[in-house]
């Protein structure tokens, strides 16, 4: 007997409530949205950020996301709304599903850049917080895949292969019973992302953006091979469909991100060494204050704290002034703390 893995009836793909219709693909991705909300939350107090700030940027990247997301689809994926037999209002109707992740990364990043210019923060440092936030996200939102039995790839007898009933399986495919579940593939890739990506920022203290890039790097370089495993309905260029000239063009971008950054921070890290700029502690100094930096250090070391409030990757936005007694220092993507003038 072969094995399967079952969709949900269709049935279950929307329920009301009163006059109130909900649909299972909105319960995911508004559940996706919630947890990358409390994670991003987690990762940015741990950074000495103020948590009402997360909510505040996200009241700008959550919507510009989605409607990127949405525009991304529509303009890739034109032909069931603007083709022969296209209906134009349906691409309104968000909750039938069709998110393109691409439109989504860049209109949300530009939303968070605009809450965190108007909330003072620093936008990499946000944006290294979310990043595998924002990858678990995905994939719950791919649970919504599932119940509309969409995004499967192409015809295959595996034992995990996904059954998908007549009515959703696409032209040319009507004979065919089960394909391989893709929804499924780039979930558990992108749980597994996440996880690494959390590893390597804890292991070698990753900031500046670069655990922005990583995210990007790690969740392109699954897309690449998932996009080439599904059969739906996409534009194609050149034989191969455009998401994934978009991924290679993506992760290239990524990459060299990622190694332009990591060498900025180094050279940054030697322009003003952290073991300089750190105030001393004595015994007798509280846990989390600094004790006071001696005469001699000010003397030799002048205008040091102006350097790091300028260049810091912390929470605290950058540029960020001091007062005339007190120098507000932040730990690269760390938490704030003062330095008394001597």
């Given at each position: 007997m072969?094995?399967?893995?079952p969709?949900?009836?269709?049935e279950w793909?929307?329920f009301a409530i009163?006059?109130?219709t909900?649909h299972?693909y909105?319960l995911?991705i ?10 991003t939350?987690?990762?940015w ?11 505040e ?28 037999d296209g209906d134009p209002?349906a691409a309104?109707?968000?909750w ?6 691409w439109?989504?990364?860049?209109l949300?990043?530009?939303?968070a850049?605009?809450?965190?210019r108007?909330h003072?923060a620093s ?7 979310a990043?595998?936030?924002?990858l678990?996200?995905q994939?719950i ?7 509309n039995?969409e ?6 007898t595996?034992?995990?292969?996904l059954?998908?009933d007549p009515m959703?399986?696409p032209?040319g495919y009507?004979?065919f019973e ?16 996440a996880?690494?990506?959390v590893y390597?920022?804890?292991r070698?203290d ?6 922005f890039w990583?995210y990007v790097m790690?969740?392109?370089?699954g ?5 080439m495993?599904?059969?739906?309905t996409?534009?194609?260029?050149g034989?191969l469909r455009?998401?994934v000239?978009?991924s290679?063009a993506?992760l290239?971008?990524?990459v ?10 180094a050279a940054?890290?030697e322009?003003?060494p ?8 004595t015994?007798d100094a509280?846990q989390?204050?600094?004790a ?8 030799e070391?002048?205008?040091e ?9 912390g929470?605290?936005?950058k ?6 007694d ?6 690269d993507?760390?938490p704030a703390?003062?330095?008394e003038?001597?």
């Amino acid at each position: 007997m072969r094995t399967y893995i079952p969709s949900p009836p269709a049935e279950w793909q929307s329920f009301a409530i009163g006059p109130l219709t909900i649909h299972a693909y909105a319960l995911f991705i508004l559940a996706g949205i919630f947890f990358a909300l409390w994670f991003t939350t987690k990762r940015w107090v741990e950074r000495g950020g103020d948590p009402e700030t997360v909510g505040e940027i996200a009241l700008w990247a959550i919507p510009f996301g989605i409607i990127g997301g949405r525009l991304y689809h529509v303009i890739s994926t034109p032909g069931p709304y603007f083709g022969e037999d296209g209906d134009p209002w349906a691409a309104f109707e968000i909750w039938n599903g069709g998110l393109g992740i691409w439109g989504a990364i860049a209109l949300g990043a530009l939303g968070a850049y605009i809450g965190a210019r108007r909330h003072h923060a620093s936008f990499s440092a946000f944006a290294d917080a979310a990043a595998p936030a924002v990858l678990i996200a995905q994939a719950i939102g791919r649970v919504g895949n599932w119940f509309n039995q969409e995004l499967f790839g192409a015809p295959t007898t595996v034992p995990w292969a996904l059954e998908i009933d007549p009515m959703f399986r696409p032209e040319g495919y009507e004979q065919f019973e089960t394909f391989h579940p893709t929804f499924l593939y780039e979930l558990l890739w992108n749980l597994a992302g996440a996880a690494l990506i959390v590893y390597l920022d804890r292991r070698f203290d990753l900031r500046g953006g670069r655990v922005f890039w990583l995210y990007v790097m790690v969740y392109v370089s699954g897309r690449l091979w998932i996009e080439m495993v599904r059969i739906d309905t996409a534009v194609t260029v050149g034989g191969l469909r455009i998401n994934v000239w978009v991924s290679m063009a993506v992760l290239a971008l990524a990459v060299i991100m990622f190694v332009v950054l990591g060498r900025l921070q180094a050279a940054k890290s030697e322009r003003v060494p952290r073991d300089r700029l750190a105030a001393p502690r004595t015994a007798d100094a509280p846990q989390g204050e600094p004790a006071e930096a001696p005469a001699s250090a000010s003397a030799e070391q002048p205008g040091e704290a102006v350097i790091l409030a300028e260049d810091s990757d912390g929470p605290t936005a950058k540029g960020a002034t001091a007062s005339a007694d007190q120098a507000e220092t932040t730990d690269d993507d760390g938490p704030a703390t003062s330095q008394e003038k001597s």
